[in-house]
C-alpha cells in the first residue's frame, strides 16, 4: 500500500486543521493505520492510530480531546482532526500503515507517506 499525507499548513495557535492520509493499493481495509510527528531534533512520536474497522482509536495524552482520527475505507482514507492547536504541536506529520495489531511504535509500522509539516505559530 502506498500512503500519502496532505494538509499540513501555517496556522496560530488555537486554529484547526485537518490532515489526510490517501491510500493507494489493495488492500487498505486490512491494515490499522497511525499518525506520528517528529519536530526538529526530535524522535519521530505516535500521536493517533486506529483499527482496520475505524471502531477503536488511541491517542497520545499530549493530544487527547483535541485531536481526533477516522477513516473512510470506501474512499481509501484516514483523517487527523486537529484542534486547539498549540505551538509545541509543530512538526512533520506522518502517516504509516501495517497489518494488524495495533502498535504506538515507528518501528513497527511497514508502510510510509511523505509528511506534512504543521506550523502552529503563537
Known amino acids: 500500500v502506498q500512503l500519502q499525507a496532505s494538509g499540513g499548513g501555517l496556522v496560530q495557535a488555537g486554529e484547526s486543521l485537518r490532515l489526510t492520509c490517501t491510500a493507494s493499493?489493495?488492500?487498505?481495509?486490512?491494515?490499522?493505520v497511525a499518525w506520528f510527528r517528529q519536530a526538529p531534533g526530535k524522535e519521530r512520536e505516535f500521536v493517533a492510530s486506529?483499527?482496520?474497522?475505524?471502531?477503536?482509536?488511541y491517542y497520545a495524552d499530549s493530544v487527547k480531546g483535541r485531536f481526533t482520527i477516522s477513516r473512510d475505507n470506501a474512499k481509501n482514507t484516514v483523517n487527523l482532526q486537529m484542534n486547539s492547536l498549540k505551538p509545541e504541536d509543530t512538526a512533520v506529520y506522518y502517516c504509516?500503515?501495517?497489518?494488524?495489531?495495533?502498535?504506538?511504535?515507528?518501528?513497527?509500522?511497514?508502510?510510509w507517506g511523505q509528511g506534512t509539516q504543521v506550523t502552529v505559530s503563537s
Open positions: 486506529i483499527t482496520r474497522n475505524g471502531i477503536s482509536t
Open positions: 493499493g489493495r488492500g487498505f481495509i486490512n491494515y490499522a
Open positions: 504509516a500503515a501495517r497489518s494488524p495489531p495495533l502498535r504506538a511504535t515507528a518501528l513497527d509500522y511497514n508502510y
